[in-house]
């Protein structure tokens, strides 16, 4: 299993979705060095401080580097064969008796050839249809809209640089300076030829300084805002339709109840900030609407999504290069995540599952019957709840988690825990013993990074090469190894039997061929020569930069938009409002950036200082946070720039924000949970209280 070493590999970040590609250098096989590069497509020579500190896990020494299989109570270390002899015994006669039993939870982290890989294995080897990802989590609610009206989702339709072209930028919940830090030099860009961003938050971040403008809107209000800026721009004779759609004049309609006295009230504002925000974009030649997880993360964040879609798409703007409207995904491979077929309802290619004609193309791809394919099965949070559950109520007895952590990031964590403890096999394919790989039966040692060769797609829809520059240590194996191991170890190995990586990743790009997410004409060749936006339909053909473009793939090549449903909750005078998101040191439920040493950060309750001061508290105090779905105990931080009436919380660490909202209540059309916007009640702890008995993430911001 050894590769040559070269000193120096180009290869992309494990992180966010930017994907910035850079140098990874090293010595003797082990990584001592990354180095950004210019030559990069997307982030132009620079790398965040995430990147730059990656390699420190790759031989962390909490790494993975063999099987552990739980006995007497303990996760004790295990040879493959005994590790794959348990998955045999556990799963074969459940797959006999009922595949649907079996559930799969991936990642918009994995590459595109392991999401493949992972749809396929579920409903080809173990035969369910109870597969879903961590995306649901993400931007869900965006791709829900976008696909609702145009009938595909690409993030960004445009490349980055467009972004430098706009002149009016509304920056919706979305905390680009932390969050996806290259992003900003396209928004100075577009600020240096005089354009104008509006930063819409209920706090002050980096990213609203930067902005300058903005509005501290109440949390969950985004819809209404949107709303009453389409009424705005009817009154101002400034609808001129991007293309003829369903539904506009219903849209139309529906937005004259939102006069700008309405909105203030529901949002929180002054009506005169909103007035010229609207007179902004009512003036603005290329207006661009980029939405982050603020409005997209809610129970309503389809609809909230979708009438910003309709404001773009009545202006005029919508799909036009610097102007429109686009989601900023998030995870490393969240846009290619969302294409290949590890949604529940979804094919390679964003393909439907529900559609005869594609289920058929996969069905000839793979080898079986086309009925021999599963239906759509439970979205990602219903998946959880139902782990451990009877199984005439249709409770899932067996999960297998491939690149998340839902112990942390899943929405109730403290019943999604209780839930994972009641399922017979919990089987984790992670590099580093994550909260839910502690729970799990079997925890299986997989690869990181650049121990694997893979493609990954990023927010603008770029599909880019993850080159391996060493491989996985010990024991551990290269993720896709390891699901063609457990299709064998149920007896299912025909179709997964690979004799390199390149016949896995070719299939894959064959996969896609005639899909909405077309990359067939992509090979590990042409994309050593140069990035490409899909779709790529011919290996000599061309990329395509600008997606959206009218003649959609839809019935009768038309639009529709859509009426949205959002209302906004007024809270009683001095009630809270909790939301929750990210710091720029850390990543996501923390697995790796909590052991970075480079990455150091700090779980605290913000509050304004005027609420602290209401009760009693200052800097540091410790308080307890208690909403419908559960309680946690955090030190207090004063942040000036918050609203009065929110609290912000990171839910990097266990214990913390997740054990605070709602597993129940979805949105209707993603499945997304209500991450941002839950009633909250603080409860002072008393300034001689310590934080003893507090969390383990609060003790020491170090790993488990
Ligand atoms: N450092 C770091 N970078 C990351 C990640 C990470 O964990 N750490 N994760 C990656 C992933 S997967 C994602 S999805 C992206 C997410 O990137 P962002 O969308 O930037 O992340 P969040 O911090 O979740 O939310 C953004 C902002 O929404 C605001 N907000 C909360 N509620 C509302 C609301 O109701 N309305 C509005 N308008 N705003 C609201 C919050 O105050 C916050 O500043 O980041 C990616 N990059
Ligand atoms: N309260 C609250 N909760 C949230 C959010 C929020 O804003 N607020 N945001 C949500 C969002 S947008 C997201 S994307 C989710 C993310 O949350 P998770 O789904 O938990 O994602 P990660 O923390 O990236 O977890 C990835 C786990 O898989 C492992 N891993 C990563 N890549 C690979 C791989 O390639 N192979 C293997 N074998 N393992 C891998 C890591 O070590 C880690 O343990 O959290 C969601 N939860
Ligand atoms: S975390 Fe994102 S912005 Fe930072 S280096 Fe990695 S890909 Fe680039
Ligand atoms: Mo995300």
Redesign the pocket.
Known sequence: MSTPSPTTVRTTCP???VQCNFDLHLEGGLPVKVTPTKECPVARGTV?K?GLAALSDLRHPDRLSTPLLRKGGELVPVGWAEALAYVREALTPLLERDPGRVGVFGS?SLTNEKTYLLGKFARVALKTGNIDYNGRY??ASASTAMNRTVGYDRGLGFPLEDIGTSDLILL?????A???PPIMQYLKAAKDRGGVIYA????A?T??KVAGRGLN??????GVLALGLLRQMKLWGKIRPTAPAHGMAEVLAHADAYPPVRVAHECGVAEADFLTLARAYADATKPLILT???????AQGTDTVQAFINLAFLTGHFGKPGGGYGT????GN?QGGREHGQKNDQLPGARSLRDPRHRAEMAALWDVAPEELPQPGLSAQELLNACGQPTEQGGIEALIVLGSNPVVSAAGAGQVTERLRALKHLIVIDFLPSETAQLATLVLPGSMWCEEEGTTTNLEGRVQRRRRAMTAPGAAREDWRILCDLAAAVGRAQGFTYGSFRELQDEFFAATRGGKADYSGLSAERLDRASAQWPVRSADGPDTPHAYAPGYPTPGGLATLHVPDVRVHLPAPRALTL??????????SGTQ?RRNPALKAEATAQLHPDTAAEYGLKAGDPVRLRTAHGEAVLPVALTPG?RPD?V?L???WPETANLLTDPETLDPHSRMPQ???TALTLHPLGVAASLAGAPPALRAAAPL
Do not use: W
């Open positions: 992180y966010c979705a965040c995430k918009g993400c931007m919706v919940g979305a905390n680009v932390e969050t996806l819409i938050d209920p706090r971040t990213t609203t809107l109440r949390p969950g209000s985004d982050g997880r603020g409005p997209e993360q809610s900023l995904t998030g995870q969240g939301i929750t998101g990210r710091l720029g040191n850390q990543y996501q950036s918050i929110t912000f990171p839910f990097h991450f941002k916007g």
